[in-house]
């Protein structure tokens, strides 16, 4: 069990808040991942991520992650269970520039993934299995696909139970598995689209009582561009 947060801002007035509204956020799925968290921020200077081992609202005090602003960010606390608790391992995972991927769930065909990217000449920091996914959606991106079919093609070639949030420079996207088990909450107004895995992480959003809330269906790739 691990969560994840990420909010895609609209309205460039709210980008002074985009840390802010993120630190929020996080804080309400602190008990989902108490090992870990980091976050991404796509401010003015381009991705930055930070990352970090023990508590969740700790780490983002340290981080200063309520003073960023930007147009778009992602969080993720972890609960450790397919590798060791340590700052490699925490997500976001980052292999590109201006990619994040943060990941809840398991692959169960990770090794088999991460042994056909390493023939293919794909690097790897650390033996995480969201690494994989986070690797290989860089690679299709390498190979000229566009975020969309590279999500699709995760859905192809792994299986496990997962929901991951991914984001470019300008791209906002999340994909379920084919069960759709692991929790995905999607809220949308014209200010700002947010993803959570837990409803109340929403609530404190500007506007949130007009948002259309909804869930992705299973496999289904839903993306969002600046």
Not at 27 to 53: C, F, T
Request: hydrophobic share 45%; net charge negative; aromatic share 6%.
């Amino acid at each position: 069990m691990c969560g994840i947060v990420g909010l895609h801002l609209k309205d460039p007035a709210l980008e002074p808040q985009l840390g802010a509204l993120l630190s929020g956020m996080l804080a309400q799925v602190r008990e989902r991942g108490p090992d870990s968290a980091g976050v991404g921020v796509y401010g003015p200077g381009g991705l930055a991520v930070r990352k970090g081992v023990g508590d969740p609202v700790a780490l983002a005090e340290e981080f200063g992650l309520a003073g960023m602003r930007g147009h778009q960010a992602v969080g993720h606390t972890r609960m450790a269970t397919e590798s060791a608790i340590t700052v490699e391992g925490s997500h976001p995972f980052s292999p590109r520039p201006g990619l994040c991927l943060v990941h809840n769930g398991s692959f169960a065909n990770h090794a088999t993934v991460r042994r056909a990217l390493e023939a293919e000449g794909v690097v790897f920091d650390t033996d995480n299995d969201s690494e994989v996914a986070a690797r290989f959606v860089a690679h299709r991106l390498d190979r000229g696909d566009d975020l969309d079919k590279a999500l699709r093609l995760v859905c192809d070639v792994f299986d496990g139970f997962y929901t991951l949030l991914v984001t470019t420079d300008d791209e906002f996207a999340v994909v379920r598995d084919a069960v759709a088990c692991k929790p995905a909450i999607l809220a949308e107004t014209p200010a700002w689209v947010a993803m959570v895995s837990e409803y109340r992480a929403l609530v404190g959003l500007p506007g949130f009582a007009a948002a259309r809330v909804f869930e992705p269906g299973p496999e289904e790739v839903c993306l969002w561009k600046r």
